[in-house]
C-alpha cells in the first residue's frame, strides 16, 4: 500500500516500480554515468572541503595573522550557513527548478573558489567561506533530489544514492592527507581553489546529464519569506549554541540565552508554518511515517556520528597521550567502514527492505555509542568496536533514511525533503558535541587542554566521558525508537 503522500510502498521492500510511459529514465546507472559523475562530484566537494581545509588552518594562521577566534569561524562559518540556508534553497529549488538552482550553486562556488587566490585577511577568507556555504546550500540538497528523481525504481535510487556518497567519503577519508601533501610543496590557497575543477565536472555533468525540471513536478506557491527569515534564523541559532557551550561552559548566560532564543524560534517558526497559507515546510508531510521516521534515523545518525567523534579524539589524545598522527590512526576503523561499507549498502537493503534496514542500522548506530560508554574505558578494542558500529549503521542510514524520506513526499516537494535530511543531520551533529562539551564543562575542574592532569581530572575525565556517551545513547535510542515506531505504521500502510 501506498504512503498518503504517495511515492513509495510500505511494504518495507525494495521492490522496483514500473516507470511512467511519459518519462524517459535510465534504466540502469550506466546510462546515467554522466549525471551520476556529476552529481558525485558535488558530494565530493562538500566532504572534501571542510577537512582539506582543516589541516591548513595552522599555515593560514601564521600567513594571515589570524586569531583562534579568526581560525574558528573559517571553518565554522561554512558550517552554519550551510546548515542554516538549506531548508530556504531546498524550498526555492522546489519552485523554481532542481537542476537550476544547482547549476547557479556551482557557478556562485567556482567563483568562490577562485576568489580564494586574492584573500590576504583573515576577514576576507571567512567572507569567501560564507558564500561557500551559500554555494553548499544551493547545490547538497539538490543533488540528492536529483539522483532520487533521476530514477523510478527504488533499488536504482538507493545504488545511485550509495554511489555518490561513496565518492564523498573517500574524499573525507584522503582529504587531511592529499591536503597535507599539498601544503608540503604549495601554498594554502591551492586547497580550495581545487574546487573549481571539481564544480566545473560536476556543472557538465548535471547540464548535460540531467534533463530540465518538469513543471508539473514543481510547485508555483509564493514563497514563505517569513518562514525563511524564521527557519534560518532558527538553526543558525541552533548551530551557534554549541560552540558558545563549549567555549565559555554552562556557567555563561550566553549559551543559555542562545539556547532560549533556539526554542522561541522554533515555536515562532511552527506558528508561522500552521497558519501561512503558502508555508515554507508544510507541516502535514512531516507526520507521513515514512517522513518523520526517516528524520528521526538520521538525526540519531548524525548526533552518534558526531559525539562519537568528539568524545573519541579527546579520550585518544588528552586522556591516552597520543599524538595527533596516532589518534588519526585510531580513527581508522571508522574510515575504513565508511569507505568500503557501500559494497554492502545494496544486498543489505534488498534482503533487509528499504524500512527494516533503515531502523537496523539506526539501532547499530545507538549500539555503539552504548558500547564506547560504557567499555570504551577499558582499552582500545572496545573503542575499535564503537566505532565500527557506528560507521556501519550510518553507512546504510545515511543513504536509506534519505531514500525513504523522499518516497513519502509528494514529487513538487523532493529537495525541501533532501534539505530536511541534511539539516537534522547537521543539528543532530551539533547537539552531540553541545551535550558533550557542557556534561565535560560541568564534572571537569580545570583546564582541559593542560598538558599533565591530575589523578582526580583524570578520573573526572572519565566520568564525564561515561556520562556524556550514555546522554548521548539515550538521545540517540528515543529517536530511533520514534522512527521505529513511525516505520511500522508505514509499513502497515497506515501513512
Known amino acids: 500500500m501506498r504512503t498518503h503522500y504517495g511515492n513509495g510502498t510500505g511494504t518495507g521492500t525494495a521492490s522496483p516500480k514500473p516507470a511512467p510511459a511519459s518519462k524517459n529514465t535510465p534504466r540502469s546507472l550506466r546510462e546515467a554515468w554522466m549525471a551520476l559523475a556529476g552529481l558525485s562530484a558535488v558530494f565530493l566537494f562538500e566532504m572534501l572541503d571542510n577537512s582539506v581545509l582543516n589541516v591548513a588552518l595552522p599555515t593560514i594562521g601564521r600567513e594571515l595573522h589570524a586569531s583562534t577566534t579568526g581560525l574558528q569561524w573559517v571553518t565554522?562559518?561554512?558550517?552554519?550557513?550551510?546548515?542554516?540556508?538549506?531548508?530556504?534553497?531546498?524550498?526555492?529549488?522546489?519552485?523554481?527548478?532542481r537542476r537550476r538552482v544547482m547549476l547557479v550553486g556551482l557557478v556562485l562556488l567556482g567563483v568562490a573558489s577562485l576568489a580564494t587566490a586574492l584573500v590576504t585577511t583573515p576577514g576576507q577568507l571567512i567572507a569567501v567561506r560564507a558564500v561557500t556555504g551559500v554555494a553548499a546550500a544551493m547545490t547538497t540538497p539538490g543533488a540528492m533530489a536529483l539522483a532520487f528523481r533521476l530514477f523510478d525504481e527504488d533499488g536504482l535510487r538507493v545504488r545511485a544514492t550509495t554511489l555518490i556518497s561513496t565518492v564523498g567519503l573517500v574524499g573525507l577519508a584522503v582529504g587531511p592527507t592529499a591536503g597535507g601533501f599539498v601544503l608540503a610543496v604549495a601554498p594554502w590557497q591551492v586547497l580550495l581553489v581545487v574546487n573549481v575543477p571539481v564544480a566545473a565536472l560536476a556543472f557538465l555533468g548535471i547540464r548535460?546529464?540531467?534533463?530540465?525540471?518538469?513543471?508539473?513536478?514543481?510547485?508555483?506557491?509564493?514563497?514563505?519569506?517569513?518562514?525563511?527569515?524564521?527557519?534560518?534564523?532558527?538553526?543558525?541559532a541552533a548551530l551557534l549554541a554549541p560552540t558558545l557551550f563549549v567555549d565559555r561552559g554552562t556557567g555563561d548566560w550566553a549559551p543559555w540565552g542562545l539556547t532560549a532564543a533556539v526554542l522561541a524560534g522554533a515555536v515562532l517558526f511552527v506558528l508561522r508554518e500552521r497558519s501561512a497559507r503558502h508555508p515554507l515546510l508544510d507541516l502535514?508531510?512531516?507526520?507521513?511515517?515514512?517522513?518523520?521516521?526517516?528524520?528521526?534515523?538520521?538525526?540519531?545518525?548524525?548526533?552518534?556520528?558526531?559525539?562519537?567523534?568528539?568524545?573519541?579524539?579527546?579520550?585518544?589524545?588528552?586522556?591516552?597521550?597520543?599524538?595527533?598522527?596516532q589518534a588519526a590512526l585510531g580513527m581508522l576503523p571508522q574510515v575504513v567502514?565508511?569507505?568500503?561499507?557501500?559494497?554492502?549498502?545494496?544486498?543489505?537493503?534488498?534482503?533487509?527492505?528499504?524500512?527494516?534496514?533503515?531502523?537496523?542500522s539506526a539501532s547499530a548506530v545507538v549500539a555503539g555509542l552504548a558500547v564506547y560508554a560504557l567499555l570504551g574505558g577499558y582499552g582500545y578494542g572496545w573503542v575499535a568496536l564503537a566505532l565500527v558500529l557506528v560507521a556501519a549503521g550510518m553507512r546504510v542510514?545515511?543513504?536509506?533514511?534519505?531514500?525513504?524520506?523522499?518516497?513519502?513526499?509528494?514529487?513538487?516537494?523532493?529537495?525541501?525533503?533532501?534539505?530536511?535530511?541534511?539539516?537534522?543531520?547537521?543539528?543532530?551533529?551539533?547537539?552531540?558535541?553541545?551535550?558533550?562539551?557542557?556534561?565535560?564543562?560541568?564534572?571537569?575542574?580545570?583546564?582541559?587542554?593542560?598538558?599533565?592532569?591530575?589523578?582526580?581530572?583524570?578520573?573526572?575525565?572519565?566520568?564525564?566521558?561515561?556520562?556524556?556517551?550514555?546522554?548521548?545513547?539515550?538521545?540517540?535510542?528515543?529517536?530511533?525508537?520514534?522512527?521505529?515506531?513511525?516505520?511500522?505504521?508505514?509499513t502497515r500502510g497506515g501513512g
Not at 580545570?446 to 556520562?467: D, I, K, N, Y
Open 76 to 97: 565554522g562559518v561554512y558550517a552554519v550557513v550551510f546548515g542554516g540556508l538549506m531548508l530556504t534553497f531546498g524550498a526555492v529549488a522546489d519552485r523554481f527548478g
Open 208 to 236: 548535460r546529464g540531467i534533463a530540465p525540471d518538469d513543471p508539473a513536478e514543481l510547485h508555483r506557491d509564493p514563497v514563505d519569506v517569513a518562514g525563511a527569515v524564521l527557519g534560518t534564523a532558527t538553526i543558525v
Open 284 to 325: 502535514r508531510l512531516l507526520a507521513a511515517p515514512l517522513v518523520s521516521s526517516g528524520l528521526a534515523f538520521k538525526a540519531a545518525a548524525g548526533l552518534a556520528t558526531a559525539g562519537l567523534g568528539y568524545l573519541v579524539t579527546l579520550r585518544l589524545q588528552l586522556d591516552w597521550g597520543w599524538s595527533p598522527g
Open 337 to 360: 567502514v565508511l569507505v568500503a561499507g557501500g559494497a554492502f549498502v545494496r544486498p543489505f537493503v534488498e534482503r533487509a527492505g528499504l524500512e527494516r534496514a533503515a531502523w537496523l
Open 397 to 490: 542510514c545515511g543513504v536509506v533514511a534519505g531514500v525513504n524520506v523522499l518516497r513519502g513526499l509528494p514529487e513538487s516537494r523532493t529537495t525541501i525533503g533532501a534539505a530536511l535530511v541534511d539539516t537534522v543531520s547537521e543539528v543532530g551533529s551539533g547537539v552531540a558535541v553541545a551535550v558533550s562539551g557542557t556534561v565535560l564543562a560541568a564534572l571537569f575542574t580545570g583546564t582541559l587542554a593542560a598538558p599533565h592532569w591530575s589523578a582526580r581530572q583524570t578520573a573526572q575525565f572519565r566520568e564525564s566521558t561515561t556520562v556524556a556517551g550514555l546522554a548521548l545513547t539515550l538521545v540517540a535510542g528515543a529517536l530511533v525508537g520514534w522512527g521505529v515506531t513511525r516505520a511500522r505504521r508505514a
